[in-house]
């Protein structure tokens, strides 16, 4: 075929030859199965599509007899994927870690100091109570009550504070409670709602997408509140789990929309369990608006009828993910619920951490915390976002809120406009994000990957500090311009093999 040299404009704006376009059109993959990094995926243990018909359970991967692979989050692919590409903790300093769902954590400019020192009486030898040590749940529920609620009649005590290990514990401890109803989440969403939604077979996952474009700027990648009334009517929804701000987009429903999603739970009889984990990190635009947080506790009317559960803890806002110390808050049958919860599932958090953690929830620290916080994180996002801009990708729904940019590859060639794929592509420029299709919560995996409405995303983490995001945009530069240079053959394909067959035991969040 002859190759004239003419010069196509690409939807990037950069000029293709038309042999790229050729190549381009015969690479339009259209499903999973011609894609390389979506077939690595596949052959990932518990990453298979499921489904009820029996030929579908991997006869490789299901050898112990009653155990199936519930599949990893994502972060635990991304890493085994990165282990394969050369990574290793030993080398994580050559890398730029974008994908990390966890925030830097070291001192920030202002800041109070880190704790860095524990001292443990003889008495937090023991086991702490499933719901926590008594003096920390009083100390979250002051902590809210100052935040959230002066003024207000009904007042948060520590029978309305359950004290978990984690955030995902807590999670998992609400879920084992829910009972055999329907229970409604979007997408996207934190990955972990995937399988913890799939873990507990009693309640009915429903899925309702969020979508990009919306007549109304501020309903973008938002619950839709009415929609959300009308659901409840007419698919008979008990409960309703989001997380707010929302880990990947980065929005966040506040003021009179959250008091009016506070309000469905009153008016509907319907559960709301708000994943509040992001709540300190919000960037207004104007400089006198820090120091401010958001959570639906601040719309609860009575604490203990309005049924709203609150999850929150020390891993993001305190930047103490390793601490294990994490909340759940509501009205105290649910505590008493999640007491019993815990005693099978996981027996409760870390002793002496617990009594650690009672000092960092003093109102005056907090304050001074945030504020460093909120500054630090604004300088970051409006870093990337700028680099991002200078790059060509540009950003079309900003994060206000998390520490993660949802970025839209769609304008991209293929097949880097797709976000496993690009991801991919970067692990070999040593760095790290994580692919949109992580975030589609599809409890039973049993949809075309290329069909995922986060198909053309991946999630950019402006967690680690500055200098990584450096290295990490830098990759991304390099990627973009050697499209430029030398079209996208090169691309799509020669992927390493897992090291362990894809298992993988990390145990990090997204
Ligand atoms: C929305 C959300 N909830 C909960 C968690 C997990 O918290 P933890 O690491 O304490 O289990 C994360 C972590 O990425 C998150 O993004």
Redesign the pocket.
């Known amino acids: 075929m002859s190759q004239p040299n003419s010069q196509f404009p690409s939807r990037t704006g950069t000029p293709l030859h038309f042999r790229d376009v050729v190549e381009q059109v015969m690479k339009n993959y259209k499903h999973e199965k011609d894609s390389e990094a979506h077939q690595l995926l596949r052959e990932a243990a518990g990453h298979k599509p499921k489904a009820f018909l029996p030929q579908t359970v991997n006869p490789e991967e299901e050898t112990v007899p009653g155990i199936v692979h519930p599949g990893s989050t994502g972060v635990i692919y991304c890493s085994d994927r990165a282990m394969a590409n050369g990574f290793s903790y030993s080398s994580s300093h050559e890398w730029a870690n974008l994908g990390q769902?966890a925030p830097e954590t070291g001192p920030l400019p202002d800041g109070p100091d880190r704790p860095l020192h524990v001292d443990i009486p003889v008495d937090a030898l023991e086991y702490a109570p499933t719901t926590g040590v008594k003096a920390l749940r009083e100390a979250v529920a002051k902590l809210y009550n100052h935040t959230y609620r002066q003024g207000k009649k009904s007042q948060y005590t520590y029978e309305n504070v359950c004290i978990v290990p984690?955030?995902?514990?807590g999670?998992s401890r609400v879920a084992s409670v829910i009972g055999d109803v329907y229970c409604s989440y979007q997408v996207p969403d934190?990955t972990?709602y995937d399988q913890v939604l799939a873990a507990f077979r009693r309640l009915v996952p429903v899925p309702t997408a969020l979508e990009e474009e919306a007549s109304d700027w501020s309903n973008l990648y938002q619950l839709d509140i009415k929609q959300t009334r009308k659901d409840i009517k007419s698919q008979g929804l008990a409960v309703i789990i989001a997380?707010n701000p929302r880990?990947p987009t980065g929005q966040v429903i506040q003021g009179e929309e959250l008091k009016e999603l506070v309000a469905i739970s009153r008016d509907h009889s319907t559960t709301l369990v708000l994943?509040e984990?992001?709540s300190w990190y919000i960037y207004p635009e104007d400089e006198r608006e820090f120091g401010k947080s958001i959570s639906s506790a601040a719309y609860v009317e009575d604490v203990n009828k309005d049924s709203v559960i609150i999850?929150d803890?020390l891993?993001?806002n305190w930047r103490l993910?390793g601490w294990?110390v994490?909340w759940v808050i509501g009205p105290k049958n649910l505590v008493s619920a999640l007491s019993q919860s815990g005693s099978f599932l996981d027996g409760g958090a870390n002793h002496p951490l617990q009594l650690a953690a009672i000092p960092l929830l003093d109102p005056e620290r907090v304050q001074q915390e945030k504020l460093a916080l909120q500054k630090h994180f604004k300088m970051k996002r409006d870093h990337v976002l700028h680099r991002l801009d200078k790059l060509g990708l540009h950003v079309q729904i900003p994060p206000s809120s998390t520490f993660y940019v949802w970025l839209n590859l769609e304008h991209l060639p293929v097949p880097l406009n797709n976000g496993l794929t690009f991801f991919e592509e970067l692990l070999k420029e040593k760095t790290i994000v994580i692919p949109g299709i992580f975030f589609d919560i599809n409890p039973a995996h049993r949809r075309n990957l290329f069909d995922s409405p986060c198909h053309h995303f991946v999630r950019l983490s402006f967690g680690p500090p500055l200098e990584s995001l450096d290295k990490g945009l830098d990759a991304i530069e390099r990627i973009l311009r050697r499209v430029r240079k030398e079209g996208t053959k090169n691309f799509g394909h020669s992927y390493k093999k897992s090291l362990d067959g894809g298992f993988a035991t990390g145990s990090h969040?997204?």
């Open positions: 769902g984690g955030g995902r514990t999670l934190y972990a997380s880990n994943d984990f992001y999850i803890g891993t993001k993910p294990r994490c969040a997204v």
